[in-house]
């Protein structure tokens, strides 16, 4: 059973920075590699960046320069630091298991956590 836990989210002004936190169970940590999506009101679920081995990280294109993705194995925690906000970055962030394959990175369906809001005023 996949478990993560989303943390760190809250009110921001533009231009302001965050760090997220996915704490995961040990097992979820080491069976998976984590990422990260974010749902915004009325659009899709959006792909952010993950981990494709154990140090290797692919991002987004329209991600890329604003959001990094990192963590920290002793404490099962995958990390997003977003900097420079604006006020389309608010919605709701998810941290995600997923497989790798070929390189690739795929989400595990249904293996979501509940999610951190963050909110970017102008």
């Known amino acids: 059973q996949v478990q993560l836990h989303e943390s760190g989210g809250g009110p921001v002004q533009t231009g302001g920075s965050l760090r997220l936190s996915c704490a995961a169970s040990?097992?979820?940590?080491?069976?998976?590699?984590l990422g990260w999506f974010r749902q915004s009101p009325g659009k899709e679920h959006e792909w952010i960046a993950s981990?494709?081995?154990?140090?290797?990280?692919t991002y987004a294109d329209s991600m890329k320069g604003r959001f990094t993705i990192s963590k920290d194995n002793t404490k099962h925690i995958v990390y997003l630091d977003m900097n420079s906000l604006k006020p389309e970055d608010s919605g709701t962030y998810l941290c995600?298991?997923?497989?790798?394959?070929?390189?690739?990175?795929?989400?595990?369906?249904?293996?979501w956590g509940q999610g951190t809001q963050v909110t970017v005023s102008s």
């Open positions: 995600v298991a997923g497989d790798v394959h070929d390189g690739t990175w795929f989400p595990k369906a249904g293996s």
């Open positions: 040990a097992d979820t940590y080491n069976s998976y590699y």
């Open positions: 981990f494709v081995s154990d140090d290797k990280t």
